[in-house]
């Protein structure tokens, strides 16, 4: 009997970190200790505040489906956040709250997205973004960017790639998988191409230099994605948001109410107790990730890897392998299961990643120290 499973099914790619994770579990259910510097997860718990709120929460029922769009305090919250941090103002029904940032990126694309139209996007990417894009029929046009250009687009990158498809123009800073952040002037000359925005905004608040910059501030139209696992560690309670322009607010409503109904309601209390109390947290958090990645920095450096540029956000450092291995994949899976350690292969994030491993130094210093002495030691013994 035939499986009937789609080809879209069948054909979307692994999304290799995943794997690395996946097979580490393997190697620790084996009583094997390993160092993970593979996942883009902060390894600090929720603060005790949005811990408190969400346990609060639930005492008090919270447990219900909840207006499809969010809690109407929550997306007033995320309004005024917004106001505070970039000066730019948008009214709440123009927020979707929903269950962390992949559902929002999905429903975003299937809203934007007939066959073959185009995102266009940085190679290297976030992985999810162009499986998503393919998923739904379109077609990630993947612009080469390199270490000198700090891994970002530019308006004399982009022009190039437009096309009577194109849809919109995916930014990600900070960036994952390597850390760096858009010039605000790069924003305003890109925006000034006239093509929408997709502002990819879930690394805000995780900032060593500069400052943080939202793309409404120059577009008042850009479609924005953020949410609460990033800043303040969590993962775990899937919550996310979508800015859209007001025309967008209805057919995303009802794919938000069709696909997923609403986000959990205890966790959208946690979010607002996120957005009004844990500044503090977030503040001390920064401030361990801008420690540790000055140390890696510098230890990965001295190791032979090379890492062009400092990164300004995030928790990546994207290195460059190729004095060890031209095969990024195999060079980090071997690290795995030799050294210990699990990092990410370039080629996650497209083809230009390749020659490239992906560091995340979301875990403490110690196990940061520990990994780069297992990492000298395999590759001395390389």
Known sequence: MSSNITDKALNIPSFIVMDVLERARVLEGQGIDIIHMEVGEPDFDTPDC????????????????THSQGLLLLR????????KRYGVSFDPDQVIVTMGTSPALLMLFAAMLDKDDEIIMTNPYYPCYANMVKFLGGVPRLVPVTPEESFHLTPEKIKPFLSRKTKAILINSPANPTGMCMDPEVMEEIVGIG?????DEIYHGIRYEGKDH????FQQEAFVINGFS????????RLGYLVVPKNWIRPLQKMQQNFFISASDFAQWAGLAAL??????????????????????TALNNLGFKIYDLPQGAFYLFADCREFSENAYTFAFDILEHAHVGITPGIDFGPMGEGYVRFSYANSLENIKEGVKRIREYLKNS
């Not at 007033?76 to 106001?83: L, R, S």
């Not at 990033?230 to 309670?237: D, E, F, P, S, V």
């Open 276 to 297: 009004r109390e844990a500044q503090p947290d977030v503040d001390r958090m920064v401030q361990t990730y801008r420690e540790r990645r000055d140390y890696l920095y």
């Open 195 to 199: 093509v929408p925005i997709i502002s």
């Open 214 to 217: 939202s793309f409404l501030e």
């Open 50 to 65: 949005i811990v408190q709120a969400g346990c609060q929460a639930l005492k008090e029922g919270k447990t219900h489906y």
């Open 230 to 237: 990033k800043r303040y560690a969590m993962t775990g309670w």
């Open 76 to 83: 007033e919250a995320i309004c005024e956040d917004y106001h």
